[in-house]
């Protein structure tokens, strides 16, 4: 299983330094874009890069292929009309940001693929092929979604990929992985963007632009991202978001009426340095190895919400 072919299919940041990191991970890899100027851009990069979708998934067919989705959610559903139609059992995975919506298109367009969902939680505000870089996971968590019914051998297949681009993997339920990203990934987007926006101010007055310096530049980094990047997976898991944002919002109205009742802000700051204070101490999780047997997926999911991760087979 480690030595497996991979095929991405999409050569923006994500699939364009998977390509990179499977390739100097010694895999044999092949990718498409939609692009014929990226796909030769990646070409002279010396990379295998085609605009030739269907050839693509021939080929990982023939090969039993791991095939990786890395293109935007709305662009997912004719990507699996192709699956479903060239390589209809093809091992299949994915990289985008939301999980539930994902394997919901892939049920109706592409329900014969042994599919298991993966995110490596890994990027930069930049986007593109020339973005990608091969150390781009190195470090991250790859979540490989664990719901009941996952198929194990893919499963290993999804947990070796995030390995060999090295990235240590987190196993969770897919809806719980999409409630957790809209806390820490979407929800992060919105803000950046309203945060860039106040400080901007009025379009005459660059005076809070030129005072500002690190606090404003690290809370509106994302804010760079390509905006129908963060459209396409705000939107794509909106419901989860929802709750996210009405919660921030709370939070704001609560901290509001105490600034204009009382002055205070200490609830505010002190929850926010707290809260600050265990994320940095999840920066160094516990490491399991295990064994996939039949029966092992609830206790893969209560491992990652422990905050655990796994490194390796036991």
């Not at 930069?124 to 194990?152: H, I, N, Q, R, Y």
């Not at 897919?174 to 860039?196: K, W, Y």
């Not at 160094?284 to 029966?295: A, I, S």
Request: with cysteine; aromatic share 4%; net charge negative.
């Amino acid at each position: 299983m480690g030595e497996r072919a991979l095929c991405v299919i999409g050569t923006g940041l994500i699939g364009g330094s998977l390509i990179r990191a499977a390739d100097k991970a010694g895999r044999t890899v092949w990718g498409t874009s939609a692009s014929e100027g990226t796909a030769e851009q990646a070409r002279a990069d010396g990379y295998d890069v085609t605009t030739d979708l269907d050839a693509a998934l021939r080929r990982a067919a023939e090969a039993d292929a791991l095939v990786v989705l890395a293109t935007p959610l709305p662009a997912l559903p004719d990507v699996l009309r192709r699956v479903g139609e060239v390589a209809p059992t093809v091992r299949l995975t994915d990289a985008v940001s939301v999980k539930v919506a994902v394997a919901d298109e892939v049920a109706r367009y592409a329900p014969r693929a042994r599919y298991v969902g993966g995110h490596p939680m890994a990027g930069t505000a930049e986007s593109g092929w020339a973005a990608g870089t091969a150390g781009l996971f190195t470090g991250a968590p790859w979540v490989v979604v664990s719901d009941d019914g996952a198929d194990l051998d893919v499963w290993a297949d999804v947990a070796e990929l995030a390995w060999a681009c090295g990235s240590h993997v987190v196993p969770a339920a897919a809806d719980e992985h999409d409630l957790a990203v809209a806390r820490i990934s979407h929800l992060p987007h919105l803000l950046a963007a309203v945060l860039a926006a106040v400080g901007a101010g009025e379009p005459d007055d660059d005076l809070p632009l030129a005072l500002s310096a690190s606090s404003f530049a690290d809370g509106t980094r994302v804010a760079g991202t390509r905006p129908e990047l963060v459209l396409a997976m705000c939107e794509g898991n909106r419901d989860a978001l929802l709750a996210a944002v009405d919660e921030a919002l709370g939070r704001l109205g609560a901290m509001r009426g105490a600034l204009a009742s009382t002055g205070g802000l200490a609830a505010t700051v002190q929850a926010g340095y707290l809260a600050r204070q265990r994320w940095s101490a999840t920066r160094e999780p516990l490491t399991e190895h295990v064994t996939l047997r039949p029966g092992i997926l609830p206790e893969l999911r209560e491992l990652g919400r422990r905050g655990d991760v796994i490194v390796g087979w036991a």
